[in-house]
């Protein structure tokens, strides 16, 4: 099982931004899935050797920046999303699933998938452009406070062997 425990900090936005509710600064003492969230979007916005005590923590987006969006380039990201998650968190591989989808020419989103062997389960879509060397986050959900959504204009299935297990 997942030590969810360890998620407990104080609640954050996508980007950064502490979240004041009820008139105090939020936490993820009760919200195992915001707490995962931000778990994930600390990992995914900070670059290798940003982080003075843990040097390894986080995921190089330089390695794709400008690359063109293929079936490859998204499964590439979609697998070192995946990595990144799991070897620096303290989710089980098991426990997260990663699928990409074609934005743009230059343009992916991805769905990150987690279900914790005790039953917490949320997903959040992201999106990263290679051009600007940029991830952004688009939905978070999960199963207590449904969606909070951001129009995507283009639909977007799962393309053949876009999951990343």
């Known amino acids: 099982m997942s030590e969810l425990r360890k998620f407990i900090d104080l609640q954050e936005s996508f980007e950064g931004d502490l979240i004041v509710a009820n008139g105090d600064i939020a936490d993820t003492l009760d919200d195992y899935s915001g707490a995962i969230y931000q778990v994930i979007r600390t990992v995914l916005n900070t670059k290798p050797g940003e982080c003075g005590l843990w040097p390894t923590m986080g995921f190089n987006t330089d390695l794709y920046e400008g690359n063109v969006n293929t079936r490859e380039t998204g499964l590439e990201i ?15 591989s098991s426990e997260v699933d990663v699928e990409s989808f074609p934005l743009g020419k230059q343009s992916i989103a991805f769905k990150v998938n987690v279900t914790t062997t005790n039953g917490v389960t949320s997903d959040f879509i992201l999106s990263y452009d290679t051009q600007h060397n940029k991830i952004r ?29």
């Open 78 to 92: 979609a697998k070192a999303i995946r990595t990144a998650i799991v070897n620096n968190t303290v989710l089980y």
């Open 137 to 165: 986050s688009l939905v978070f959900n999960d199963a207590s406070t449904n969606a909070v959504p951001v129009t995507i204009k283009k639909n977007i299935s799962p393309t053949k062997n876009s999951r990343i297990r």
